[in-house]
């Protein structure tokens, strides 16, 4: 009898569960092994792009995550003393997706749809608790070590994909680099489930606010509206998030005379790093494990589930159809140009557009903007670059 084929996947998060509903639906026996006792409530990550939204259609779980999220056709770009700048209206790439909107669902909503979804696949299985803390690989296997309150256990598979975060045991057991750098100051997350737009009338669920001196991504999310900050590098964790000072924050960029009800707070360092390879025999890596970059775009979430799709795309045809392993070399090239390239590089300049000091050079960008939206055909350019559809394109003609 024919040993079934088997991938592993560390990491329960939505690069992971999504790269398993691919492989379990292709008939692969998946074992996710995810370290908590269960899926993290994590709102970091909460813009779905159109490409995304085009992979997660057809794996039947996009209706779920629309009735649980909120579309977004319009972005704007403003500044914190100018007002609005531009509005970008994503009907524009109608002819490139059958998602011409950003759908804003925090990502622990689309975990808990895949992992409600896996059971339906006697071959797919979730192990929480399940810390992986190194691994063996050899020329037809790879066996994952892990530990569980009932003591260390192990599993062998075919496969492993690392989905397992910007710390992932995989990387550092094989020895990849993430070089790289860390920004000096933490992003501040501040939400308040009031409706800004009766503060802002004309302010957009997805706005990007410059200013010199604190600028602010605004992205309004099913049940509350999210507040991306920039901190002061002076201050310590507990004054940033001491409640006046989250609702000075706030009142900075929409002002009213009473207090905000503040619903949800979080501070997080923020990277630039990609990891030196995807690939190291068996074992693939994905998501936040093989590249971190900034929130400014809402990119990181989304190219790792373009990032795990790719790699179990390629492992069905390598374990169904024959194909060589050579196309887990090109899951690499395919992928990682793509983090370098794009991902890291729109996400850099995205932060130093937000923060730019220089009056001058201001002015220059906001009527570069200005003009780009009055160009049909450079507005398009931009929005193609912005949902990642250019980056899909990209990445698919590497051969």
């Known amino acids: 009898m024919a040993k079934q084929k088997h991938v592993v996947i560390a990491g329960a998060g939505p690069v992971g569960c999504t790269t398993a509903l691919v492989l379990a639906q292709a008939d692969i026996k998946v074992t996710i092994l995810e370290a908590e006792s269960g899926l993290l409530l994590d709102m970091r990550a909460s813009t779905f792009h159109p490409p995304t939204l085009d992979m997660l259609e057809k794996l039947g779980v996009t209706d779920e995550l629309h009735a649980q999220g909120l579309i977004t056709p319009q972005f704007q770009y403003r500044d914190r003393r100018d007002g609005l700048i531009a509005e970008f209206d994503l009907a524009g790439v ?13 990502q622990y909503k689309l975990t808990r749809i895949i992992v409600d979804t896996l059971p339906d696949y006697p071959h797919a299985e979730v192990s929480f608790n399940a810390r992986a803390t190194h691994l063996e690989q050899d020329d037809t296997s790879v ?26 045991f995989a990387r550092k057991t094989l020895g990849i680099g993430f070089p790289g750098f860390t920004y000096p100051e933490l992003f501040m997350v501040v939400s308040t489930t009031e409706d800004i737009t009766k503060i802002v009338p004309d302010m ?27 901190t002061d590098p002076n201050m310590s964790n507990e004054e940033i998030l001491e409640e006046d000072y989250l609702e000075s924050r706030i009142q900075g960029f929409a002002p009213k005379e009473q207090k ?60 169904h159809e024959g194909a060589s392993e050579d196309l887990l070399d090109l899951y690499d090239r395919q992928r990682r140009p793509i983090a370098v390239e794009y991902v890291q590089a729109q996400s850099i300049r995205n932060k130093k557009i937000m923060e730019e000091k220089d009056p001058v050079v201001r002015k220059q960008r906001q009527d570069e903007t200005k003009a780009i939206c009055d160009d049909p055909e450079k507005s398009l350019e931009l929005m193609m670059q912005v949902t990642m559809l250019n980056s899909i394109n990209k990445s698919n003609a590497v051969q």
């Open 94 to 106: 109608s002819d490139y997706t059958n998602h011409p909107y950003r759908l804003q669902a925090e």
């Open 143 to 168: 066996t994952v070590h892990y530990e569980t309150p009932d003591g260390p256990q192990s599993v062998t598979a075919d496969y492993l994909i690392a989905c397992d975060g910007s710390r992932s």
């Open 204 to 230: 957009c669920p997805v706005a990007y606010i410059t200013d010199p001196d604190e600028w602010c991504a605004v992205i309004r999310a099913p049940e509350m509206w999210r507040f991306l900050i920039p």
């Open 260 to 319: 905000y009800t503040i619903s949800h707070s979080t501070l997080y360092p923020v990277n630039q790093r990609v990891a030196e390879t995807y690939r190291a025999g068996r074992v693939l890596l994905a998501g936040d494990a093989a590249h971190v970059n900034n929130p400014l775009g809402g990119m990181g979430m989304n190219g790792g589930v373009h990032d795990g799709i790719n790699a179990a795309e390629k492992i069905i045809q390598i374990l």
